[in-house]
Nanobody
Framework: QVQLKESGGGSVQAGGSLRLSCTAS????????MGWFRQAPGKQRELVAS???????NYVDSVKGRATISRDNARNTVLLEMNSLKSEDTAVYYC??????????????WGQGTQVTVSS
């Protein structure tokens, strides 16, 4: 059984920074892609940033220059650091692990989500 555990959410003032961490646990052989999505009230869930096992990264335009995603493959951990936070960054942030290979199957997993609130 694979589980994703997220940490690091909370309340931050505009202009501040945050660091989100997500670790996948279980008998995992490999994870192709790890990433962070977010969903604000009344809006669709959107990709914030993703990173492949090789370290190739992708960011949504609204966070480019403000966010850095990194990954520790040995620990199945992905980090998202964001600075210059804006009120529009307020959302529930979800960790996702895509094409997770275990003994029995390959599938995607989601974390439970962590709330980030940016106040002005």
């Amino acid at each position: 059984q694979v589980q994703l555990k997220e940490s690091g959410g909370g309340s931050v003032q505009a202009g501040g920074s945050l660091r989100l961490s997500c670790t996948a646990s279980g008998t995992i052989f490999s994870i192709d892609l790890m990433g962070w999505f977010r969903q604000a009230p009344g809006k669709q869930r959107e990709l914030v940033a993703s990173i492949t096992g090789r370290g190739d990264t992708n960011y949504v335009d609204s966070v480019k220059g403000r966010a850095t995603i990194s990954r520790d493959n040995a620990r199945n951990t992905v980090l998202l650091e964001m600075n210059s936070l804006k009120s529009e960054d307020t959302a529930v942030y979800y960790c996702k692990a895509e094409r997770v290979r275990t003994t029995w199957m390959t599938r995607d997993y989601w974390g439970q989500g962590t709330q980030v609130t940016v106040s002005s």
